[in-house]
């Protein structure tokens, strides 16, 4: 199995497809900018998730792959990554970074995803766009322990983690720093 996460300009309605070879499809807006999620057995465009047209990027692509930067469960194993739970709903929430601090947020969540995961979503994973920071999760969660991951024994991560992680995130308009979750609708 496969995770994707794609970011565009809408030009109009988009809409996710109902015939698509997808596991789950999941389409957010943040202002003005659509994201699209997806779990798919093979690599797929986002145009065969998703119907609708958007304003091209400098290169003449559509949509930006977004890249991967964390997650609490690989999805290498088909019938550990298959949902236990029906009738779940995505949950995508938004933050930004510092500039400078980019790097640093990468390489403690990759020390993270390494050495402790407890009581975690088994789907979530964040993914990146600039300094634009985008989770993936889903509700209601279906938690894994660390020895069902990676068949290692729990390591117990940074007891400051929410500090450390909120010297990362530059703060909203409001002036409050934080997540903040994704509209279903366009604004």
Same mark, same amino acid.
């Given at each position: 199995?496969?995770?994707?996460?794609?970011?565009?300009?809408?030009?109009?309605?988009?809409?996710?497809?109902?015939? *698509?070879?997808?596991?789950? *499809? +999941?389409?957010?807006?943040?202002?003005?900018?659509?994201?699209?999620?997806?779990?798919?057995?093979?690599?797929?465009?986002?145009?065969?998730?998703?119907?609708?047209?958007?304003?091209?990027?400098? &290169?003449?692509?559509?949509? $930006?792959?977004?890249?991967?930067?964390?997650? /609490?469960?690989?999805?290498?194993? !088909?019938?550990? $990554?298959? #949902?236990? @739970?029906?009738?779940?709903? +995505?949950?995508?929430?938004?933050?930004?970074?510092?500039? !400078? %601090?980019?790097?640093? /947020? =990468?390489?403690?969540?990759?020390?993270?995803?390494?050495?402790?995961?407890?009581?975690? &979503? #088994?789907?979530?994973?964040?993914?990146?766009?600039?300094?634009? =920071?985008?989770? /993936?999760?889903?509700?209601?969660?279906?938690? @894994?322990?660390?020895?069902? =991951?990676? #068949?290692?024994? /729990?390591?117990?991560?940074?007891?400051?983690?929410?500090?450390?992680?909120?010297?990362?995130? %530059?703060?909203? &308009?409001?002036? @409050?720093?934080? $997540? #903040?979750?994704?509209? %279903?609708?366009?604004?």
């Amino acid at each position: 199995m496969k995770r994707f996460m794609y970011c565009g300009y809408p030009q109009g309605t988009l809409e996710l497809k109902s015939d *698509a070879p997808v596991v789950t *499809a +999941s389409l957010v807006y943040h202002k003005d900018m659509a994201i699209l999620y997806f779990e798919a057995p093979q690599e797929l465009r986002p145009e065969e998730v998703v119907d609708g047209s958007l304003s091209a990027f400098p &290169d003449g692509n559509q949509w $930006w792959k977004m890249a991967e930067i964390f997650h /609490y469960f690989p999805c290498d194993d !088909d019938e550990l $990554w298959q #949902r236990k @739970v029906e009738n779940k709903t +995505s949950v995508i929430r938004v933050n930004y970074l510092h500039q !400078d %601090k980019i790097a640093s /947020y =990468i390489y403690h969540h990759y020390d993270h995803q390494e050495s402790n995961a407890v009581g975690v &979503d #088994r789907y979530g994973s964040i993914f990146i766009y600039q300094n634009m =920071i985008i989770m /993936y999760m889903e509700s209601p969660t279906e938690k @894994v322990q660390w020895s069902d =991951i990676y #068949r290692k024994p /729990y390591k117990p991560g940074r007891e400051d983690w929410a500090e450390l992680m909120d010297q990362h995130f %530059k703060p909203w &308009d409001d002036g @409050v720093k934080g $997540w #903040r979750l994704c509209d %279903k609708q366009p604004l």
